[in-house]
């Protein structure tokens, strides 16, 4: 089954970019039915997702934090990327890549890495 891992700084100071990348274990990396999830949850708070990209490279963005998202990915290495610019403290919590079936309504992550804690922070 696939497995994904985040990896990334734990630590980012205030006004830089946390930066995160998410290695996928298999070759459903490149279908074309899986969409390639961020999310997040801040401590005591539940899950907030962040964005997505397709395969081909086609993104989606949550409204409130498209201006200072950035999800990219490199199809040889099997990795998509988050960058999220501009942090704040309120930007501190768990962060998670996940994979996205299309198999069903509405879509369903089916598969998530552990999470990767990023504290912002002077």
């Known amino acids: 089954q696939v497995q994904l891992q985040e990896s990334g700084p734990g630590l980012v100071k205030p006004s830089q970019t946390l930066s995160l990348t998410c290695t996928v274990s298999d070759s459903s990396f490149t279908t074309s039915s899986y969409y390639w999830s961020w999310i997040r949850q801040p401590p005591g708070k539940g899950l907030e997702w962040i964005g997505a990209i397709r395969y081909s490279g086609y993104t989606y963005y949550r409204p409130s934090l498209k201006s200072r998202t950035s999800i990219s990915r490199d199809t040889s290495k099997n990795q998509f990327t988050l960058q999220l610019s501009s942090v704040t403290p309120e930007d501190t919590g768990v962060y998670y890549c996940?994979?996205?079936?299309?198999?069903?309504?509405?879509?369903?992550?089916?598969?998530w890495g552990k999470g990767t804690l990023v504290n912002v922070s002077s």
């Open positions: 996940a994979r996205v079936s299309t198999d069903g309504a509405p879509y369903g992550m089916d598969y």
